[in-house]
């Protein structure tokens, strides 16, 4: 064989190994990764209405400090979620994976000396511009730019309640008129309730109304979180997030979104000594279902206050978002950023 012809067969050889090594790193790239060690827990069988219990958990994400609001965003085919430590909104898209998609996220300044600076709650206004609970900002924050170019540039829409700084809002949601719920505990101040920072002597439920006025809902819950509405939005229902009263209550809703009356939905405080996680962020499906994290996981209520089952992830979960037509469910779970198939 002359040198011409082993030249030849050598280039052939590194070709193969080059294009098998591509293949193989396309397969991984496109393998689909499972939490294992998650499972469903069902309690009653109207859980099976909604979800399979044979379904799996994948991780579209992990290596994460601490994920939070997620947000499916229809029109860009993407889920948006916060990781609060390190000041950054990332994005997962089905073709992309995860990439950064805004930093800084939740603080502007200089010299922020807590340990959660970054949005936390993420949600879309009328007109589809990003909205943001803003932790070391202490605001409530829409962010400038195109959602399909993001910059670190925000419109404050609301950050002290008479002439006091807010807490930290934690997470919102907007009803059909255009009010804006959200939730103020101390989270993003660095000592809490004993931070020198800290303006307001409680942990607010508010309603800011499209004309700039903000109101107090409820005062008196020691850490109110996760807010949602019922499908009619003639119930809100707000999650407290403190281990020695871990709670969700339900606020019935008169049409000018004033408050009727309120009572406790339900109480998960005895499971907080043994299971990770407290009531946090939740979503209310088109049926009226409750995915609530809690405790184990994301718990599952039917309208009536039934505890139908808990999607056990084994971490700490935050958050749930659903997609466009609800057949997805996405989860916030510590450094993970879970997908599970609905009904």
């Known amino acids: 064989m002359n040198l011409t012809m082993k030249r030849y067969l050598l280039v052939l050889v590194i070709l193969f190994v080059f294009a098998g090594c591509k293949k193989e790193k396309e397969i991984k790239q496109n393998q689909k990764m499972y939490l294992d060690t998650a499972y469903i827990d069902v309690l009653d069988q109207e859980l099976n209405q909604l979800i399979d219990s044979t379904s799996k958990f994948e991780i579209l994400s992990q290596d994460h400090s601490w994920t939070e609001g997620p947000l499916w965003v229809e029109e860009h ?30 603080f502007t300044g200089e010299n922020y000396e807590g340990s959660e600076p970054g949005a936390n709650g993420l949600l879309l206004d009328s007109e589809g511009s990003l909205v943001l609970c803003q932790h070391g900002n202490r605001q409530m924050a829409k962010m400038i730019s195109d959602l399909s170019n993001p910059k670190s540039e925000f419109e404050t829409l609301v950050n002290n309640f008479d002439g006091k700084k807010l807490n930290s809002p934690n997470d919102a949601v907007f009803d059909s008129n255009g009010n804006l719920f959200f939730t103020d505990p101390p989270y993003g101040l660095a000592k809490r309730m004993e931070d020198p920072e800290k303006e307001l002597e409680f942990q607010g439920v508010y309603r800011y109304d499209p004309s700039g006025d903000l109101h107090i809902m409820d005062a008196e819950l020691s850490r109110p979180n996760g807010i949602a509405f019922s499908p009619d939005e003639k119930i809100l229902y707000v999650s407290n997030s403190d281990p020695e009263r871990a709670i969700w209550m339900s606020y019935d809703i008169d049409k000018d979104s004033g408050i009727l009356s309120k009572k406790l939905f339900y109480d998960v405080t005895d499971l907080t000594a043994n299971e990770k996680g407290l009531p946090d962020g939740l979503k209310v499906n088109n049926e009226g279902y409750l995915f609530a994290t809690g405790p184990g996981g994301v718990l599952i209520f039917s309208p009536l206050g039934k505890h139908l089952g808990t999607l056990k992830t084994g971490r700490a979960t935050s958050n749930v978002a659903f997609n466009s037509d609800q057949s997805i469910l996405f989860m916030t779970a510590d450094s993970y950023v879970l997908k599970l198939n609905l009904k």
Not at 81 to 96: A, C, E, G, H, L
Not at 99 to 104: A, Q, S, T, V
């Open 77 to 106: 085919q993407m889920l948006l979620f916060s990781d609060i430590p390190r000041n950054t909104v990332y994005q997962w898209t089905k073709v992309d994976g995860v990439k950064e998609y805004l930093n800084p996220s939740g």
